[in-house]
């Protein structure tokens, strides 16, 4: 078993360090530019007030929702932003709503892509029962973003049930290094045992993809002694 040397870089910085690299590259990816169209600035005030409103709301009603789902698909990056993080406040009855907050995680603009984790984030940790939908979502999307974000999303909420345990180690031997870094540190985070798995890590060691292998250390350092046995 590889055991890192004792000046091997630190692999809790190294994960943050990947996260912003993940993040340069999807705002480097193709159609990235020239991304927020104009809008009437009277046309925007009006939705950004709307959704300001529904913050401020005890209960989110249907009419609610439907604003908040009609903005996920507006123009203009802002208000998309906004709505999903308006949406982390919602109670349980949003569950027929996460999957279009799902799709959200393919939008081109970085931040949209970091709001929706941030929001999947809290509402899994609120109602731990939605992993199971972030689960079937990710195992079933083509969209290395969808997954990508998924997985981490999966990673911080820290439940993993046996079909997620499942669909996470097939992710360590996806072709894009954003999955397998995602996979590999959902499996240190949020599989009660990922020792079990220290054979299906340690290639990842030797990842052509250098925060791939950062990834790979701290789930090593989350698994403690019993992956250098």
Not at 23 to 30: E, K, L
Not at 35 to 62: G, H, W, Y
Request: net charge neutral.
């Amino acid at each position: 078993m590889y055991a890192p040397e004792m000046n091997s870089p630190n692999p809790f910085k190294l994960r943050s360090f990947a996260l912003g690299i993940l993040m340069m590259g999807i705002s480097a990816a193709p159609g990235c530019a020239g991304l927020t169209r104009k809008q009437p600035v009277e046309e925007k005030t009006a939705i950004m007030k709307d959704l300001s409103q529904i913050e401020q709301s005890a209960n989110l009603s249907e009419q609610d929702y439907k604003i908040l789902t009609s903005a996920l698909k507006d123009k203009d990056w802002h208000v998309r932003d906004k709505a999903v993080k308006v949406m982390a406040r919602s109670d349980s009855s949003i569950k027929p709503y996460l999957p279009e907050i799902i799709s959200m995680f393919a939008d081109p603009v970085p931040n949209v892509w970091l709001t929706t984790w941030q929001t999947l984030r809290t509402l899994g940790r609120k109602y731990p029962q939605f992993t199971d939908i972030y689960i079937l979502h990710g195992r079933n999307s083509s969209n290395t973003q969808v997954k990508s974000g998924l997985l981490r999303t999966i990673g911080w909420v820290g439940n993993a049930s046996n079909s997620g345990e499942q669909w996470i180690v097939e992710e360590l031997h996806h072709p894009d290094s954003k999955v397998r870094g995602a996979a590999v540190a959902a499996l240190g985070a949020a599989v009660a045992d990922a020792a079990a798995y220290v054979d299906k890590i340690e290639p990842l060691l030797k990842d052509d993809d250098p925060f791939t292998i950062a990834e790979a250390l701290h789930a090593f350092a989350r698994i403690g002694p019993a992956s250098f046995k």
